[in-house]
């Protein structure tokens, strides 16, 4: 059964939904003032694997994943730029889009801040008519001493309850926060019963979340940095409008590093995804993302970078000897030596949903996939197993379902390009049988410029994508 690491309670649970065989996510998207970075990557396929493998195992998944696009930091990036704050949001919202498309995460709903005053006015509203929130100089503040189980998801005493913001007097407590900002000049600013002003970053979350998913959401995400104020806060404000518990598994993704470090502005260590996905390519970094189990921090450097790409292509090889034997390969009755080889691929793919099984261990669950391509390599390719390379090749697949790191190899026009290409070497062989070999040689170079390198051996020849 399906276990999940709890932040709120910091065990191990069981997986059960609201609904059978429905998952309402929401995780928490980016403030567009800059580049996104790999931090950010690594949380949002985090969370891309995981709705990807509820989606395999038959729960209908909808996934919210806001984006931040009114905020302080907008704010003060726009004014050091000379642009207005909504030229810098959309800027960065579209780069933003643009790198969480090429590492294919699937969002159901992208809602922004800034088309979502409305509701968020009528949330701060609900609060204050609740008596969890009191106006003071045209701003709202959530009163804190109100909700009685601050403090439980992130496990900080109540003397260090810090929420980062500027200190003023109006504030009944310190650690009270802001769920509307009143005005001040230069800044953007929307009518409200309080007066001018704009939302703070807190309420943003809960008003969408509850727009889009309802009171009662499955799982709520981010990275380990929003448990606290963020998370806690909206916790807080969300339960004292609904009065009931409204998410059921808080998950959070762990830091990255760079040199045993946390990635930071101040440090200057900040590696723009953009750049990463440049020189990497987005397939290297998916692989890369989630060859650590996303509650363990994860470390960057070129070296562990380049392992990923080898690795990955190790598993593509594996893939295109499948598609050979399959395509090639006679129909015999099965030896007992192939029984023995089919027994280890179903092994080797029932440990790769037992890693997935647990809190979703997608490190555990790569190891188990280079255990079914060691047998491809060591048994498989040496024999004539059709059922087991059919076998085989769809535990590959359903890794792909989750790790989406090969979608080349299994796009719906593969049996079709995979049958062109290898007429087209069937004819190389042809020719170096009789000793053509400038004709040979030029359709391995062309095959080479689409991107297809042949591979020569004893055995014949095989290929792959580069």
Known sequence: MLRVFNTLGRRID?????????????VCGPTVYDEVHIGHGRTFVSFDAISRYLRLKGFNVIRVQNITDIDDKIINKAKSV?????EV?????????EMINLLKVKIDIHPKVSSHIKEIIDFVQGLIDR?????????????VDTYPKYGELSNIRKEEWDQGEEIVKEKKNPYDFALWKAYKPGEP???SPWGKGRPGWHIECST??????????????GGIDLVFPHHENERAQTESITNDTWVKYWMHVAFLTIKKEKMSKSKGNIIPLKEAIAKYGPSTLRYWFLSSHYRNPIEYSDD??????????????????LRKIILEGPQHYAKESEIKTQAEIFGAILNFDNAMEDDFNTANALTAIHELASIVFTKLQYSQDVLGAIMALDGFRKFNDVFAVMDEEFSSEMDRISSI?????????????????ELSDKIRESLMKAGIKVLDSKEGSTWRFQ
């Open 82 to 86: 000379g642009k207005s704050w909504n």
């Open 89 to 97: 949001s959309e800027y960065y919202t579209k780069s933003y889009l």
């Open 131 to 143: 008596g969890h929130a009191y106006v003071a100089n045209g701003s709202v503040y959530f009163d």
């Open 14 to 26: 069981s997986f059960i939904p609201n609904e059978p065989h429905s998952v309402r996510m929401y």
């Open 304 to 321: 562990v970078l380049e392992q990923s790409a080898k690795s990955l292509q190790r598993l593509k090889d594996a893939v295109s000897i």
């Open 208 to 221: 969408m979340s509850t727009r889009y998913l309802g009171t009662k959401i499955d799982i709520h995400g």
């Open 189 to 191: 600013f929307w009518d």
């Open 421 to 437: 290409i290898n007429s087209v070497i069937e004819i190389r062989n042809y020719l170096r049988e009789r000793q053509m070999y």
